[in-house]
């Protein structure tokens, strides 16, 4: 039994190894990929009509307990049949929930092609990571804006599956991606989302709420300034999201940029406070802190995880 605990202790560091060799291995049968595919189908299937409240709350409260229960009776399942079946299933399965690498690279990325192949490129290549239009973004701009993406999906693509992890394994770990990939795709304030999408936007708030505050935390204890503590007190309310100027505000006190001001977000210009004082264009100074302090943030998180896993089971 103290060699199964052991073993299981591993899981989070195993997945997470596999994370840093190989990158999130997105593709069509990735589960995330199939709750995307499942949440297209049903909103296009209930978001007509009348009562469009209650029908994207339904459709989001029955996918999340679906992902919760899938994860819970497979894991359980394989766990009677055998231990290192088991094992290996859920390394894999936390492979495929957190994301460090991925994200770290798209947002190399956008620096290195907006360096080498120009602005419309850069453009193109930020597009794939935020939710505004790009198609006017300045050099400027669109660095900020990867820098801005690092930091919110820090929180929900790192800390927050982690979190979620310690507090209820795997299960715990893919309710919450579906959480997300819900929020990402309905939770919008447009015409057609605004009603269908409004229970999802706030399930997301709360599923977010702690892990975005630890996020900050963690980025805090990498950087361990006043200005970091000074910046996350001061800004991290004037975001529009209860949750996202947590971490973004600790970026921008750590990387001394400016977060945040208008931008157009589905053909509509959104006035956001500005988070930081300093307005200037980051650069591979910059870019290199932002990225060591994300890999120390996902390395805090996952050794805190393997520590909750390991006490649970003593």
Aim: hydrophobic share 50%; glycine share 6%; net charge positive.
């Amino acid at each position: 039994m103290e060699l199964q605990i052991v073993i299981i202790t591993l899981v989070p560091l195993a997945g997470f190894l596999l994370d840093l060799l190989f990158g999130d291995p997105f593709g069509r049968f990735h589960p995330i990929a199939l709750f995307g595919t499942a949440i297209y189908k049903l909103e296009k299937l209930l978001n007509r009509g009348k009562y469009r409240i209650f029908k994207g709350a339904v459709m989001s409260v029955m996918l999340i307990a679906f992902a919760y229960l899938l994860f819970y009776v497979l894991l359980n399942y394989i766990w009677q049949q055998n231990f290192y079946i088991y094992i290996t299933v859920s390394v894999i399965l936390f492979f495929f929930g957190i994301a460090s690498r991925t994200l770290i690279n798209e947002v190399r990325d956008v620096f290195k092609v907006l360096k080498d192949r120009g602005i419309e490129a850069g453009r193109l290549q930020v597009a794939r990571i935020v939710g505004r239009d790009t198609s006017q973004l300045d050099s400027k701009k669109i660095k900020i804006a990867a820098l801005e993406t690092l930091a919110e999906n820090l929180s929900d693509g790192v800390v927050a599956p982690l979190f979620w992890f310690a507090i209820a394994g795997i299960p715990g770990m893919f309710a919450y991606k579906m959480i997300n990939t819900l929020d990402s795709m309905i939770a919008y304030k447009s015409e057609r989302y605004f009603l269908f999408g409004r229970v999802a936007a706030y399930i997301d708030d709360i599923a977010n709420y702690i892990p975005a505050r630890l996020t900050a935390l963690f980025m805090f204890i990498v950087v361990p300034k006043k200005r970091v503590s000074d910046f996350i007190l001061r800004y991290s309310k004037s975001h529009a999201s209860p949750n996202a100027g947590f971490p973004e505000s600790a970026m921008a006190a750590i990387i001394d940029c400016r977060f945040g001001g208008p931008n157009i977000y589905h053909n509509k210009l959104i006035e956001k406070p500005y988070i930081g004082i300093t307005d200037r264009e980051p650069g591979e100074k910059e870019l290199k802190k932002a990225l060591f302090v994300s890999r120390m943030v996902a390395v805090i998180g996952v050794i805190i995880a393997a520590v909750v896993v390991f006490v649970k089971y003593v």
